[in-house]
């Protein structure tokens, strides 16, 4: 990694002595960072707990990266924090190793494959809804977070919904996700790190023993279809291996999708047409099976998905390492160099979307499609090799949801609208009360 004397000609704000600016991007993440466009430009540096990064701003930059047309920058590289508790997953690998990774993964997002996902996906989300309550205050954020574990638990890797196995299983995925954030980057007993590696050896000793049998009998859920994957040359995984990207895989599914749902609900709740609209959309479907045809007419639901994304996405900086010095806007940026895109500001550009932080769904009609301005404005999911996998199957998961709560319930907030913690990952403060009636 090249020293702060490596970086000396980049610019930016000045740094305080061991925590650099990592106060100050965590308390305003976004208006930080559009002050630092505003004041140094599309390239300047930062240290986030010691680390120095450069940040690479604005649609170009997204393109010049994720596209990487020159194997220029690794993602396992800059993933790098990552490590310790989801080696070996797709977003920890580079290049040839990933491409032919990716490959094999690609098995499990086949056609036929989403749609057994969504079959076992329907039942169980009307069955987790009903138990929410009518006329009494809870927290969204934590009562989807918790929906979207046991759901997950069933889609992704055919368990009960409920019962020990998948409560085991799902405190260890959260004491992984919690570890991944954690400031103390060794196992020192009892700290989160400690947890979450504790967490990854039960996740694997648990799923390693599954193997044979869902390789044996299949099943029509992500680990037994990641179990049988093959690409078209009929190369598999090992057991290692299958472990390795459905570790990173559960991970890569769980927050991201629940923190979806909850600026969309927080959405729906304080834009009450917006909400009478997408009832209108799902009450158009009528009473039958929420199936592929049906959950592709719900284009402005799509909208309202993608409004959410644009406003808080759930991965809101796109971290890489450069492979080697490369030269960019000006700058020399040398071999090493942790970088960072930050898809967030992006999305809040005026540039790219008309009052871009106000919440018009509209704007993705065929008639406006401000997304399109530039092949990059819109970014939530990322772009190019490590673009994510899971796209459609989110998209899937989050239709599903507001057609069966919808069909039922109305949601009204139950507290002022929350503010949103930005960094490391997107939380309401606060959890977003809310409070459901009968439709
Ligand atoms: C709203 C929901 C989601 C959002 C916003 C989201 C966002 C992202 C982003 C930005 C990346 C690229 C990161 C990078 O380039 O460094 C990514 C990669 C990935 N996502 Fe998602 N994701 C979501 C849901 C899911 C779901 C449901 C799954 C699995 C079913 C999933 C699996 C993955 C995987 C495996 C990767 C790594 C792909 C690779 O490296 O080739 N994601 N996601």
Known sequence: MPTKAALAHIPGPPALPLIGHTLTIVKDSYGTQQDYIRRYGPVYKTNMLGVWRVNLCGADAMELVLLDRKELFSSEGGWDALKRIYPGGLLL??????????????????????????????????????????????????????????????????????????????????????????????????????????????LRETFRKLIPERRAQGGDDFFSQMCLARD???????????????????????????????????????????????????????????????????????????????????????????????????????AGTSLALNPGVTMLSPEHFTSPTTFDPDRFTPERAEDQSHKFAWTPFGGGAHKCIGMHFSTLQVKLFVATLLRKRRVQLAAAAPEWQRMPIPKPKGGLPILLSPA
Not at 111 to 127: E, F, H, K, Q, V
Not at 134 to 146: H, I, L, Q, S
Not at 291 to 296: M, Y
Not at 299 to 328: G, K
Request: one cysteine or more.
């Open 232 to 334: 078209e040359d009929g190369r598999g995984w090992d057991e290692d291996q299958i472990l390795d990207q459905f570790n990173l895989l559960i991970m890569a599914a769980h927050d991201t999708t629940a923190t979806a749902l909850t600026v969309m609900i927080e959405a729906l709740a304080s834009h009450p047409d917006w909400q009478d609209r997408l009832a209108d959309e799902v009450a158009g479907l009528g009473d039958g099976p929420l199936d592929e045809d049906a959950l592709a007419k719900m284009t402005q639901t799509n909208n309202v998905f993608r409004e959410a994304l644009r406003l808080v996405p759930p991965v809101p900086f796109i971290p890489r390492q450069a492979t080697r010095d490369f030269h960019w806007r000006g700058f020399d940026i040398p």
């Open 93 to 202: 690998q580079d290049f040839d190793h990933h491409r032919a990774n990716r490959r094999i993964m690609q098995a499990a997002f086949r056609a036929s494959a989403i749609r057994d996902y969504r079959l076992r996906m329907t039942g169980a989300m009307a069955d987790l809804l009903e138990s929410w309550p009518n006329g009494e205050p809870f927290c969204f954020y934590k009562a989807v977070k918790d929906l979207t574990l046991r759901l997950g638990g069933a889609v992704f890797m055919g368990l009960p919904l409920d019962g020990p196995l998948a409560r085991q299983v799902n405190r260890a995925i959260q004491d992984e996700i919690r570890a991944s954030l954690a400031v103390i980057r060794h196992p020192i007993p009892l700290t989160p790190m400690w947890r979450g590696v504790r967490g990854r050896h039960f």
